[in-house]
């Protein structure tokens, strides 16, 4: 898999029927290896040890309703309250965020009511600030830390 702009993690992988799977410490258990996926994992290593956000407060790819439709969010961490305190979406490093990636997660957005947005395709990070009385976003060079 590709180098990305991620610290460096150790993984445990697997190989089965000759598909490797990584395995994802939130989900608990062994995942195809995609591309996207890839950029997963490097994503939760990194709020996990370097952000030293709690696994506890962490959600991986669960299902919402948008619109009427089902969408599946990347990464979501809960502030302890249980409201949302960030969204993530990944991308293959193979895909370029463009303006359409940002209409997704704020798409998204509308339904959750996150603090924080990230946007990363393993290479390029963007974070976002929300401002919903001024109905605007910031970007950011980082997030914060988990206080």
């Known amino acids: ?3 990305l702009n991620f610290p460096g993690y150790q993984f445990r992988f697997k190989n089965s029927e000759n598909k490797v799977s990584i395995f994802d410490r939130i989900r608990k258990k062994f995942i195809i290896l995609t591309p996207e996926e890839w950029v997963r994992q490097h994503t939760i290593h990194y709020l996990i040890e370097e952000k030293k956000y709690p696994e506890s407060l962490i959600n991986v790819e669960k ?6 439709l089902n969408k ?3 990464i979501i961490i809960f502030n302890p309250d249980g409201s949302i305190f960030l969204i ?4 293959s490093a193979r895909i370029k965020i463009t303006q359409k990636v940002f209409d ?3 798409r998204y957005n509308l339904a959750l009511d996150s603090e924080y947005l990230m946007i990363t395709n393993g290479l ?3 974070y976002c600030q929300m401002n919903y009385t001024d109905q605007q976003y910031t970007f950011l060079k980082n997030i914060p830390d988990y206080k």
Not at 63 to 68: R, S, T, V
């Open 1 to 3: 898999m590709q180098k």
């Open 63 to 68: 299902l919402i309703q948008l619109n009427g």
């Open 72 to 74: 599946r969010y990347d």
């Open 88 to 91: 993530v979406e990944c991308k």
């Open 104 to 106: 997704q997660i704020a």
């Open 124 to 126: 390029e990070h963007y």
